[in-house]
């Protein structure tokens, strides 16, 4: 088996803002896994250096080490999974980078055991309503009413805004976007205290139900004093990258769990983040970095569907809504709603198949 790889920055239709970062294209590791009788499997991973200390750069690096390290002659999951133990110090400061990976892997795998990648990791397939989530980004009032317009007119009502610290900004736009359905706020570890997080909070207590990583992460002791002192859930992200951080969390505050494939370690690790998460009470929203590719998005309806009756939220499936072009065919996007275009045909693997551009990226 051989790994080709590429990263593929497709352009946006328009920047993305946010307390952390501003964007206008994709950043990716995209990765072929080539296998001996002509399948092949793809994945993808998104560095981000304010979520995991990734580069596009350190990625590629860190898979080129991995091939040296005998990661091609893995043959199944097992075998996966044993050489993953091996490596773990590795992966945990590299984990976008080793999701392309091992999705590739996995997909691999399950065409050729002739499988989708659920049946191959024995996930149950239900009649699960996927439904994308509206996502604000922390732009200019006019791309806010744009964005407010277009979403409510898809019908789309679950929503996560982008806050910026601006209070009056930010309750106005939490109170137009709480009227119209569930609202979450994201932070992006946006106050450097407690006390200036929950003086900002408090006023837009009845608007969202939770807060996403109002301060630096895993604060461990500062995230419970901020759910105790405003009644909002408290959202892990950068503070839930393996499965460790559960186990450090205060009481004193209802916590969920941000899980995103790429920000996780690959399927694997992320179907056992959520698993420990289940086992805490904890609900789980199944994240998505800004302009992944349908590869991941793919990924991400697997992990939302091992959450089970416990996912309270889905972001991803933007795909050419975002990109002006996809890695993949199909693109996986949402209609009416905000519901997932799944496809209900089993297809091996992911079901997905790289476009020319990206096949000949890779190498």
């Given at each position: ?72 002659a ?5 075998a ?60 200019s ?45 994201d ?15 408090r ?37 839930g ?53 349908s ?18 939220a ?46 000949n990226?890779?190498?």
């Amino acid at each position: 088996m051989k790994l080709r790889l590429a990263s593929c920055p497709f352009p946006f239709r328009g920047s993305f803002e946010h307390a952390s970062a501003v964007r206008d294209r994709a950043e990716n590791v995209i990765v072929i896994a080539e296998g001996a009788a002509g399948q092949y499997g793809l994945g993808e991973g998104c560095p981000r250096s304010y979520v995991t200390g990734e580069t596009v750069a350190t990625a590629m690096a860190a898979i080129a080490r991995w091939r040296q390290g005998g990661i091609e002659a893995t043959s199944d999951v097992a075998a996966l999974t044993a050489w993953m133990e091996r490596n773990r110090a590795d992966i945990d400061v590299n984990p976008s980078a080793f999701a392309a990976v091992e999705i590739a892997l996995i997909d691999l795998f399950a065409r050729q055991a002739g499988q989708t990648v659920e049946q191959l990791l024995g996930i149950e397939v239900s009649d699960i309503d996927l439904r994308t989530s509206a996502i604000y980004s922390a732009g200019s009032f006019a791309k806010f009413v744009v964005h407010a317009a277009l979403f409510n007119l898809n019908g789309m009502r679950t929503a996560k805004l982008k806050v910026t610290g601006d209070g009056g900004r930010d309750r106005s736009r939490a109170r137009l976007l709480s009227r119209f359905g569930p609202l979450r706020l994201d932070a992006n570890n946006l106050w450097d205290s407690v006390d200036a997080a929950i003086a900002a909070l408090r006023p837009l207590n009845g608007c969202a139900w939770a807060v996403e990583e109002p301060i630096a992460s895993r604060d461990w002791k500062g995230l419970a004093a901020i759910g105790a002192a405003t009644g909002m859930s408290v959202i892990l992200d950068e503070s839930g990258t393996r499965i460790d951080d559960l186990a450090a969390l205060h009481s004193g505050a209802t916590y969920v769990l941000n899980a995103r494939v790429s920000k996780q370690g690959g399927l694997l690790r992320t179907i056992a983040i959520i698993n420990a998460a289940r086992t805490r009470g904890m609900k789980v929203i199944i994240g998505a970095q800004v302009g992944e590719t349908s590869i991941l998005a793919r990924a991400g309806i697997v992990a939302a569907r091992a959450a089970g009756s416990d996912l309270v939220a889905f972001e991803g499936a933007f795909g050419t809504r975002l990109l002006v072009r996809d890695a993949v065919t199909p693109s996986i996007g949402f209609g009416y709603g905000g519901r997932v275009h799944l496809d209900r045909r089993p297809r091996a693997g992911l079901g997905l198949t790289p476009t020319a551009e990206v096949e000949n990226a890779c190498q």
